[in-house]
């Protein structure tokens, strides 16, 4: 496991992500997965710049530190990770920096592909062609988020298409797209071998905008969440889950 703590930025980024620069502005709530060294912070940005909030209103920062991979499990990066404000920098230093993917050799697998961060998928595998097993679906899974969300197979918030290691263990989290120009999804149980890419080309055309009435989030997030999407291209069926929860 990772121990370095140092926050300055290093102005290095990885291969296949333009750096994202300060994050004063945006409308509406805009998450995004960030990192100094070998920490993340999770930060939620508005129309206004944190250093202009009342004096009452509260600053989270929680850090965590990147485990190895694989496997996904539930140590201090998931325990202490939050949503919360925290400043971007002033006219001379950055506070926030990407932080390093943990990239893995290929062929991935999709327990390791699952204990990494959205964002590391995206930087270490960009629309590179990946296979991966498990099985599918979410018995009884569904709900509504209201807003706008275009194209709606790729950016709504709600997708529950899991691709599981072991569903009676822990259903998803990884999830998978299904492009209306593609498969449909198999069925619920249904073991597959799937072949997907992540930073799918609709990825340029995404916009978020949640709430009633709808509010559009900032441009630089919703794009880099739509291109974190794994979008399937083809999977074969190879069996099925008689013990499906």
């Known amino acids: 496991m990772s121990t370095t703590t140092a926050v300055r930025p290093r102005r290095v980024h990885p291969p296949g992500l333009a750096p994202l620069g300060r994050i004063g502005g945006g409308i509406g709530p805009t ?33 965590g530190e990147l ?17 919360g404000w925290v400043a971007d920098g002033d006219d001379t230093e950055a506070y926030i920096q990407l932080v390093d993917p943990r990239c ?8 390791t ?8 998928q995206l930087a270490c595998f960009g629309p590179e062609q990946i296979t991966l097993e498990g099985t599918f679906g ?7 988020v209201p807003g706008t969300f275009e194209p709606g197979w790729l950016a709504h918030p709600m997708n529950f298409g899991f691709l599981s290691v072991d569903p009676n263990a822990r259903i ?4 998978m797209r299904f492009a209306p120009s593609g498969p449909p999804p198999p069925a619920v149980g249904q073991i597959v071998r799937v072949v997907g890419h992540f930073d799918d ?5 995404c916009t ?3 709430g009633e009435p709808p509010v559009p989030l900032d441009p630089l997030a919703t794009g880099l969440y739509c291109r974190e999407q794994f979008v399937v291209e083809s999977f074969e069926v190879t069996g099925t889950d008689p013990d499906f929860p």
Do not use: H, K, Y
């Open 208 to 210: 978020i905008s949640p």
């Open 138 to 144: 979410c018995s009884g899974c569904a709900a509504s």
């Open 201 to 205: 080309p609709a990825a340029g055309s």
């Open 31 to 63: 998450v995004l997965s960030l990192g100094a060294g070998a920490l993340l912070w999770e930060v939620g940005a508005r129309i206004w710049n944190v250093r202009f909030l009342p004096p009452l209103s509260e600053v989270l920062i929680r850090l």
């Open 113 to 120: 592909l699952e204990a990494m961060q959205p964002w590391e």
């Open 104 to 111: 893995t050799p290929r062929p991935v697998s999709l327990a």
């Open 172 to 175: 998803g989290p990884f999830a």
């Open 67 to 83: 485990t190895d991979l694989p496997p996904l499990s539930d140590g201090p990066l998931l325990t202490t990770s939050a949503i």
